[in-house]
């Protein structure tokens, strides 16, 4: 099974700033990797897909990169609504399941 | 515009069957995709639990895969859970969710509903 980890934990910024968010895989996934947001009461909201592809309706202050086990959530400038928790998932690619990532809580400072 | 939503109760006594149902709209399930659920406990992260393919191919978590059966109508458009033995444990949101067949994506998420497991 494959095991994700994410870091940091928490990531306590203000708005206008950079956000670096890391996820990594305890194989490779190649680039089956994505990038979720989730509010509170809220249900995730998909942010980027196959490790570099913003979903629809996604700004372009959310950015991802990375293969194989290393891989980045950016958001270049954190506006109010960007606080939130950020998950990573990979599919596995046959059979079909996946897991996520423990989290990263994106806190204002 | 899909749009997915979960029912079934929100009490459920240990021991017994969680059962939910997931009626999807704005996308016919019979096209494709695969459909499947994910919890999340209280203030905790998500897990998959599992997905059924419009064909009816089933994949599950292997962790919880000795108590999971995860069913499709496609004549009612629905896909529906159950989570057989529960425990404490399996207090969660449940959603149900859409991914696509050859991406890491799950493009499309119900509200979710809140199931409670106690006596």
């Known amino acids: 099974e494959i095991v994700l980890t994410q870091s940091p934990a928490t990531l306590s910024l203000s708005p206008g700033e950079r956000a670096t968010l890391s996820c990594r895989a305890s194989q490779s996934v190649s680039s089956y990797l994505a990038w979720y947001q989730q509010k509170p009461g809220q249900a995730p909201r998909l942010l980027i897909y196959?490790?570099?592809n913003r979903a629809t309706g996604i700004p372009a202050r959310f950015s991802g990169s990375g293969s194989g086990t290393d891989f980045t959530l950016t958001i270049s400038s954190l506006e109010p609504e960007d606080f939130a928790v950020y998950y990573c998932q990979q599919r596995s690619n046959w059979p079909p399941t996946f897991t996520f990532g423990p989290g990263t809580k994106v806190d204002i400072k | 515009q899909v749009q997915l939503q979960e029912s079934g109760p929100g009490l459920v006594k240990p021991s017994e069957t969680l059962s939910l149902t997931c009626a999807v709209s704005?996308?016919?399930?019979?096209?494709?995709?695969?459909w499947g659920w994910i919890r999340q406990p209280p203030g905790k992260g998500l897990e998959w639990i599992g997905s059924?393919?419009?064909?009816?191919?089933?994949y599950y978590n292997p962790s919880l895969k000795s108590r999971v059966t995860i069913s499709v109508d496609t004549s009612k458009n629905q896909f529906s859970l159950k989570l057989s033995s529960v425990t404490a444990a399996d207090t969660a949101v449940y959603y149900c969710a859409r991914h696509a067949p050859t991406r890491a994506m799950v493009d499309y998420w119900g509200q979710g509903t809140l199931v409670t497991v106690s006596s």
């Open positions: 704005g996308y016919s399930i019979s096209s494709g995709y695969y």
């Open positions: 059924i393919y419009h064909s009816g191919s089933t």
């Open positions: 196959d490790a570099s």
